[in-house]
């Protein structure tokens, strides 16, 4: 089972900030089969990379995903007040089962 | 649009037995796998099982081997799971949610909520 550990656990920015969330994977995560997803209290998990790096329909620009291997980065350039939530990175393609890192919480400073 | 609404969740018994569906519409069902995701009460998400596109094959995670079984009915553009000997530690809100391509989850459902107590 490939496990994903996410850092920080919680991260305090403000408005206008830039967040990097990290996730690393205990092996090689095949062809970058990493996703994020973005999750609020009460709604249902949004898609925002696919592929380590793809940003899914309709996500902001200032979302963006990098890395390979066992290294993957979330980066959100300019933090608007819609973007304070639980982010979680998740493996799959032909690796089970399919695991999700533990969320990094990000809030309003 | 596509939506995916579960139902069927509720309140059972350790060793009671429940079954959860999950409505498709706004895309072809029978064109994609779909899975199942739960979440427990102040946890994080965790996979809990797949079903190819046409039924043939599902893969489930070792918690729910043996007692869930993840089925679809492509007819009715429905996804099952049926669990079976619940336990406390299956307490959860459900999700289904579509399988695209290699497997990211594109689309999901609001969750429906499973609490197992005595």
């Known amino acids: 089972e490939i496990v994903l550990t996410q850092s920080p656990g919680t991260l305090s920015l403000s408005p206008g900030d830039r967040a990097t969330l990290s996730c690393r994977a205990s092996q090689s995560v095949s062809s970058s089969n990493l996703a994020w997803y973005q999750h609020k209290p009460g709604q249902a998990p949004r898609l925002l990379i696919y592929g380590a790096s793809s940003r899914a329909t309709g996500i902001p620009d200032r979302f963006s995903g990098s890395g390979s291997g066992t290294d993957f980065t979330l980066t959100i350039s300019r933090l608007e007040p819609e973007d304070f939530a639980v982010y979680y990175c998740h493996q799959y393609g032909i690796s089970f089962p399919k695991t999700f890192g533990q969320g990094t919480k990000l809030d309003i400073k | 649009q596509v939506q995916l609404v579960e139902s069927g969740g509720g309140v059972v018994q350790p060793g009671g037995s429940l079954t959860l569906s999950c409505a498709v519409s706004?895309?072809?069902?029978?064109?994609?796998?779909m899975d199942w995701v739960r979440q427990a009460p102040g946890k994080g998400l965790e996979w809990v099982a797949l079903?190819?596109?046409?039924?043939?094959?599902?893969m489930y995670a070792d918690s729910v081997k043996g007692r869930f079984t993840i089925s679809r009915d492509n007819s009715r553009s429905t996804l099952f799971l049926e669990m079976n000997s619940l336990r406390v530690e299956d307490t959860a809100l459900y999700y289904c949610?579509?399988?695209?391509?290699?497997?990211?989850?594109?689309?999901w459902g609001q969750g429906t909520p499973v609490s197992v107590s005595s």
């Open positions: 706004g895309f072809t069902f029978s064109s994609h796998g």
């Open positions: 079903i190819w596109y046409d039924g043939s094959q599902s």
């Open positions: 949610a579509r399988h695209y391509l290699s497997g990211w989850n594109d689309h």
